[in-house]
């Protein structure tokens, strides 16, 4: 069972993805409410995947996939936004991580964290 943290400043977003991750058999061990909380419960929980937002007060979703890549490189990253364009999907692609579009279905963020595995 993999272990995630889902990094989102939305309190209901956060409650959905548990839920969803849960009903896939993962075990949500942590919540970050923004990047940089984000980073500091990584470093504490060491998470196989981190669930993460794009858009979060202190510290986006993209600064904290770079923060994070320099000192993990191997963990599995998923973006889940409502703000997805070309631009944002390079940058999360050329950081490892996929992207998923809100809403979220949970056929997508199985393909999305399929995608992450390879």
Known sequence: MSRVLIV???KFARASLRKLLESLDYEVVGEAV?????VKKFKELKTD????DIEMP??????MIKEIRTFDD???IVVVSSIVSSKIIQEVVGLRASVVKKPLKKS????????TSR
């Open 49 to 52: 995947l981190i669930i993460s």
């Open 108 to 115: 997508k963020l199985i393909n999305a964290i399929e995608l």
């Open 8 to 10: 989102d400043d939305s």
């Open 74 to 76: 191997s963990v599995k």
């Open 58 to 63: 202190k510290l986006d979703g993209i600064a």
């Open 34 to 38: 923004d990047g940089a909380d984000g």
